[in-house]
């Protein structure tokens, strides 16, 4: 493996291309290979990497750097503020040669170069992995693509040890997360919907059968709904089906004036990865997370707009003032 700054006369290709996706295993290994390259250069050879993915090209197991490249996309312009920095003693230093490396990983892996601030991963990276593997990915590039650079992976030798970590994980997990039944059956899995208001401090939780849509309010039309559950948080409806079809979830929570009267819809899908929250136009809107701590920095508003799971067996929103957590187990 090695770096060369000079294109081949024939039979190379670009390592990027756009809405091309990777396999995750292949995209750690690129990345973990130029990790390896890169930290072979000499300190005057790794200031003339040029931060852009776009400019490089691989062929076998080596890298090729297209210093004549024409352009540089305004994404990777805005990834990373401190990169722009043209001091020789910055570009040569390992912490933008191994952020360079994670966009390698992230960019096979998805098909698109990353944000420029990523707050939540994109479910087509997620929905293959275990629980423990997708919280490893997620640390991974929260680390890896830090914008803060003192937390970033400060040596070479880090990030070498985190990929190899990665690479054996992945070589020994089941590559579906909720496998897809042949049974014909009415539903396709039971998930945990738990409701905690912030005011009373109270929460309720109820057993949700997918695949089903449920409709979240203050004012709902419940004429001719089962009562499934009543309690000082909210009131749970459910439609009535025929065998074989879909539910319909109403949950009426009147004592939250935050909330619109048809404030969001959840869509269960049978592919839990399919699996999204609408906001329905409301006031207030809705704020979706990643994970347990709800951070408000941390949150994105989907108001008037649908979004996918963020993460699809463990998804928390909140609406006013009561959070939400969707929670299915893993088969």
């Not at 690479?167 to 738990?194: D, E, G, H, M």
């Not at 000082?232 to 004036?257: H, L, M, P, R, W």
């Amino acid at each position: 493996m090695a770096i060369f700054f000079r294109l081949p006369t024939s039979g190379y290709q670009p390592l990027f291309q756009e809405s091309h996706i990777t396999d995750i295993k292949v995209a750690i290994v690129f990345a973990k290979r130029f990790n390896e390259s890169v930290a072979a250069l000499s300190e005057e050879e790794r200031a003339q990497v040029p931060h852009s993915i776009s400019c490089i090209y691989y062929q076998d197991t080596d890298f090729f750097i297209d210093l004549e490249h024409p352009t540089i996309t305004k994404e990777e312009q805005r990834l990373s503020p401190p990169e722009k920095d043209e001091s020789f003693p910055w570009r040569k230093s390992p912490q933008r040669l191994i952020f360079l490396a994670v966009q390698i990983f992230y960019s096979l892996a998805v098909g698109r170069l990353p944000a420029s601030e990523i707050k939540f991963l994109p479910s087509k990276l997620l929905c293959n992995l275990s629980e423990s593997n997708m919280i490893l990915i997620k640390e991974f590039l929260t680390y890896g693509l830090a914008q803060d650079v003192g937390n970033r992976y400060q040596t070479f030798a880090e990030f070498s040890d985190v990929m190899d970590i990665i690479i054996k994980r992945l070589a020994t997990q089941n590559t579906r997360r909720i496998p897809t039944t042949k049974v014909k059956a009415r539903y396709s899995y039971v998930s945990k919907l738990t409701l905690f208001n912030f005011k009373s401090s109270l929460a309720t939780t109820i057993n949700i059968c997918a695949p089903c849509e449920i409709l979240i309010g203050r004012i709902l039309d419940i004429e001719e709904k089962k009562i499934v559950k009543k309690t000082d948080v909210a009131t749970i409806y459910e439609n009535y089906f025929n065998e074989g079809q879909k539910s319909e979830y109403y949950i009426v929570i009147d004592n939250d004036n935050c909330i619109s009267r048809k404030h969001v819809q959840v869509h269960m899908a049978k592919e839990l990865e399919n699996s999204s929250i609408q906001d329905l136009g409301s006031t207030h809107g809705t704020m979706i997370f990643t994970d347990s701590s709800c951070s408000p920095v941390d949150g994105m508003s989907i108001q008037g707009s649908k979004r996918l799971f963020m993460i699809p067996y463990d998804q928390y929103f909140q609406i006013g003032n009561t959070r939400i957590n969707i929670s299915t187990k893993r088969s």
